[in-house]
């Protein structure tokens, strides 16, 4: 089987995911921009402070909730997936659909969320109460370090769930 069309249905599942866990990455930040204390810049969490006992209660549904979707449309994708590989997705085509998808993913990450979203606009809601106008808001490098991190760990994840997905799908 060619891998170019795996790769495409992966390019568009991750832009389906990027725009499912984004929005609701958005909402999140509305609703309580500190449970998401840990990916600010350290300037910032420094100068914010702990997390509240409130946020820190908040920060595991959240997340449980967001690995939950994250779960779901990978389980999508690979169900649509098995139709393109004709009922046989081996590693090669999992490992192929889970790197794609998930390091553009990474990608989309730092150009919208961080880069676009985070330093360029910066909405009020996404600014932690006594931080605002930090340095740390229009630190490109400290975006551009995360996706770079982003990179082997995309990685590693798709060859470890390869596997597991070839032998579920």
Do not use: C
């Not at 590989?85 to 085509?93: I, K, M, P, R, W």
């Not at 990608?107 to 600014?127: A, E, G, K, N, T």
């Amino acid at each position: 089987m060619p891998l170019w069309p795996i790769v495409q249905h992966a390019l568009l599942w991750s832009l389906i995911l990027s725009a499912v866990l984004f929005a609701g990455v958005l909402v999140l930040l509305r609703f309580n921009p500190e449970i998401m204390l840990q990916d600010y810049p350290p300037d910032i969490r420094a100068k914010h402070g702990p997390m509240s006992e409130r946020s820190r209660r908040q920060r595991l549904p959240a997340g449980l909730l967001f690995l939950v979707v994250l779960l779901a449309l990978v389980a999508g994708s690979f169900l649509r997936l098995r139709e393109i590989t004709g009922g046989d997705v081996g590693f090669l085509a999992a490992f192929v659909h889970l790197a794609a998808m998930f390091s553009l993913f990474n990608l989309l990450d730092w150009l919208v969320m961080d880069w676009l979203i985070m330093v360029r606009f910066q909405p009020r809601f996404i600014v932690l109460p006594g931080t605002e106008g930090m340095a740390g808001y229009r630190r490109y490098w400290f975006h551009f370090r995360g996706f770079l991190i982003g990179l082997p760990i995309s990685l590693a994840a798709s060859l470890l769930l390869a596997p597991l997905a070839a032998v579920v799908f």
